[in-house]
């Protein structure tokens, strides 16, 4: 089946030890969506990827950066996580301006 | 501006009833797509169903229906026969022309009982 998978489900990190998410996909859409949910909140966009074109939020920290090496994946970089960046971190996919599908979420927590 | 509003931030249902989630959202824009996704306490989101604003017909998938008022710039969700499955944060959102955006509601919280 298609769909989109993330890696790892869990991740423990320290405060200020760099971490990377991973996110990979199967519907060969051209974007790709990284997202920060934190509880009982909406998700939040932190950038996105229009085939190679990236897309950064004006809000989203400099803490974050993200690469997509292809079609297929894309990784979530936090350099220094503190600890306001403990949260789901969401990756989704669709083709432009269509229906976005996400992954099963990454669980960031920071010690 | 594009927003959304769902003004019922928890809601409850007994097993086999009926419930409606309410969605209100403005645009200025012609072109678009709404959604309804559910996250349940697995939390993956989930997408149960979509509505492209140029079609009049309510979207239906199963269980769950739509009411769309395009005037009203309105979209509800009808889940009939809840189950206990479907307890989950519900969140309503569009999309709209080229953009990539998804616009996201503030989600309302579904508890279904026995």
């Known amino acids: 089946d298609a769909m989109v998978i993330q890696n790892p489900r869990y991740q423990v990190t320290q405060f200020g030890k760099p971490v990377t998410l991973s996110c990979s996909q199967t519907?060969?859409?051209?974007?790709m969506y990284w997202y920060q949910q934190k509880s009982s909140q909406a998700p939040k966009l932190l950038f996105h990827y229009y085939d190679k074109d990236f897309n950064n939020e004006a809000d989203t920290p400099d803490n974050f950066q993200s690469r997509r090496p292809n079609t297929s994946f894309c990784f979530l970089d936090i350099r220094s996580p503190g600890l306001g960046d403990a949260a789901m971190y969401l990756c989704a996919t669709s083709r432009r301006g269509r229906t976005q599908y996400f992954g099963p979420g990454t669980r960031l927590l920071v010690l | 501006a594009q927003t959304v509003t769902q003004s019922q931030p928890e809601m409850s249902v007994q097993e086999a009833e009926t419930v409606t989630l309410s969605c209100t959202y403005d645009?200025?824009?012609?072109?678009?797509?709404l959604f309804w996704y559910k996250q349940p306490p697995s939390r993956q989101m989930i997408l149960v169903i979509r509505q492209e604003a140029y079609k009049q017909q309510n979207a239906t998938e199963n269980r769950f229906s739509v009411n769309f008022q395009k005037a009203a710039k309105s979209f509800s969700l009808k889940i009939s026969d809840s189950q206990l499955g479907d307890t989950a944060m519900y969140f309503c959102?569009?999309?709209?022309?080229?953009?990539?955006?998804?616009?996201f509601g503030t989600g309302t919280r579904l508890q279904v009982f026995p």
């Open positions: 519907l060969n859409h051209n974007v």
């Open positions: 645009t200025s824009e012609n072109n678009y797509y």
């Open positions: 959102a569009f999309v709209f022309g080229n953009t990539d955006k998804l616009i």
